[in-house]
């Protein structure tokens, strides 16, 4: 089956950008099937830091990753927002609302993935029939898929974790051990 669209939320791309590695998930999506990448607005908005605007104003500007302008429904939007905020330690669905409206864009267009970092929103995608990915699952497709090395899928989880993102222990083991 080929893939059409994917949809991303900010927390993913703020981590690859933060090592130079955005362009891996348009690069990975076009190999796996010409698939289109699609933001929404509020994820745009989420995205703070001068260099992951910069990454990601060069993927919207090439047309690599497409900003979706069609207004989606608030009501619809803050339900599914309430509903990943009940698997989160932050309850205030305010906090979800980029989660929330990723997942629903990708159910009105009918992705194939979606990829997002927050844990609490796993089972609201699941439960909407969407298939999950996160950043360091795209890093292990781009692998798979031959875009990338082992070596250089290393040297990023090590770039990244001196960045401050924040893995598991478990979750560290298991990457390094696959592509060390």
Known sequence: MKM???TINASPIICLSKVG???LVPQLF???GNCTVFVTPRVVQELLDPITKREFKKMVDSKQIIVYNKELPHEAVFKTAAEVASNSKELD??????EA???LLAEQIDSDFVIVDENAAKPVIKEKGISHLNHLRIIDLCVENKIIRKTEALKILRDLI???VKYPRGVINAY????G
């Open 4 to 6: 059409r669209s994917v």
């Open 21 to 23: 590695k955005l362009h």
């Open 30 to 32: 076009k190999q796996l």
């Open 93 to 98: 669905p305010q906090e979800h609302m980029g």
């Open 101 to 103: 409206e990723v997942i």
């Open 162 to 164: 001196k960045k401050k």
């Open 176 to 179: 390094a051990n696959k592509w």
